[in-house]
Every structure is written in C-alpha cells, then in structure tokens.
C-alpha cells in the first residue's frame, strides 16, 4: 500500500462524551485509541496533513452537545492538536459526514491538493464510515484504518440487535466490498506512512 506525502488523516469525533458507556452501552475494540494516537503521531512525524473533526450534537441529552465537558476532544488527542509539522483543520458538524461541516473539507482538500486521506475515529459504523462512503463519492482514494475505530452495540428495526464487533465487520465488508475505501489495519497504514 502507498501513502502519499500529503495524505490526511481524519481523526472523527474523538470526544470524552464516547466514554459514557452508560449512555451509549458496550463498545467493541479496546485499542482503537492506542491505534488512533499511534498514526496521529506518525502523520506529525512525517509532516502530512491532519484533520480534527467534532461531532457538536444538537440532541439536548447527548454526551457531545456543545457546551458540556463530552463535547471536547479526548486528552490523547486534544495534547497532539497543533504539534505536528503539517497542515491542520478542524471540522464541526452536526451531522454524520465530515464533508457536511464547517469549514468544508472538499473545499479545503482542493486547495491543500490531497487526493487521499486515511479515516480514524468513532463511531466505525455512523460518523467514520459515513465520511468513508462520501469521501469515495467524491473521487478520493479512501483509507480505512479498522482498528483505529470502534462502536457500540446497536438495536435496529424489527427486534433485531447487533453487537459492536458485528457493526464494526459489516461497515469493513460494504466499505471495502463496495469499493468506497480500501480497508486496512493500523499497522499496514503505519507501516506504509514511514516509509
């Protein structure tokens, strides 16, 4: 696999408010943020490009509505904004896709002349892969790091019921099986992004 110089990596909604396990109940994959921290600090090493996105919630009983402490990024992410060598943009939306906030990533990709960027983040199968999927309409060569992301365990229609880990490889087949985004482990984008 190739990473391009200025590929970014987009780190989506990395918030406190995901730790509120009560809230959102069981999630899958414990390492996703160990993975997560492990190629934001590659992408500033290298001098790539890095785009925060922040989920700002307009639900008033959500973890990630503005104003309240879920809101804000995780402290492994918050200490790495603004200490890497590459360009840096943070993006809030309200809803699922990245390339539906403020200021417009399509726009700001253009100007930087990205053609590629890497997905990392929460939720696999809402915010991560719905930016994946739009990313992929867009003409960009997706990346999608599985196990720098991780869900919840989810009820949907008709009584049915999926756990995380269930979530997370049915978001894996469609993105890659549908050719909207090539998906990989961590270790194959670190090991790409070194070199």
């Known amino acids: 696999m190739e990473i391009a110089e200025n590929a970014a990596l987009v780190v989506v909604d990395v918030q406190k408010g995901f730790e509120e396990e009560e809230f959102w109940g069981t999630r899958n994959n414990p390492e996703a943020d160990d993975n997560i921290a492990s190629l934001l600090d590659v992408w500033q090493a290298t001098g790539r490009p890095v785009v925060f996105v922040r989920h700002d919630s307009t639900k008033p009983e959500s973890p990630l509505r503005p104003g309240y402490a879920g809101n804000g990024f995780k402290e492994y992410v918050e200490e ?116």
Request: charged content about 20%; glycine content about 12%.
């Open 80 to 195: 790495r904004r603004g200490k890497g060598a590459g360009a840096e943009l943070l993006v809030t939306k309200t809803v699922n896709s990245a390339f539906y906030g403020s200021p417009d990533l399509d726009a700001w990709f253009k100007a930087e002349g990205i053609t590629q960027f890497v997905v990392v983040g929460i939720q696999t199968n809402m915010c991560a892969e719905t930016t994946a999927r739009m990313g992929g309409n867009l003409g960009y060569e997706v990346v999608f790091a599985l196990d720098a992301t991780y869900t919840f365990d989810l009820a949907g229609p008709f009584g049915w019921r999926r756990e995380a880990e269930e979530l997370a490889q049915a978001t894996a087949v469609s993105l890659h099986g549908g050719g909207f985004a090539q998906v990989v482990t961590t270790e194959t984008v670190r090991t790409a992004a070194a070199q």
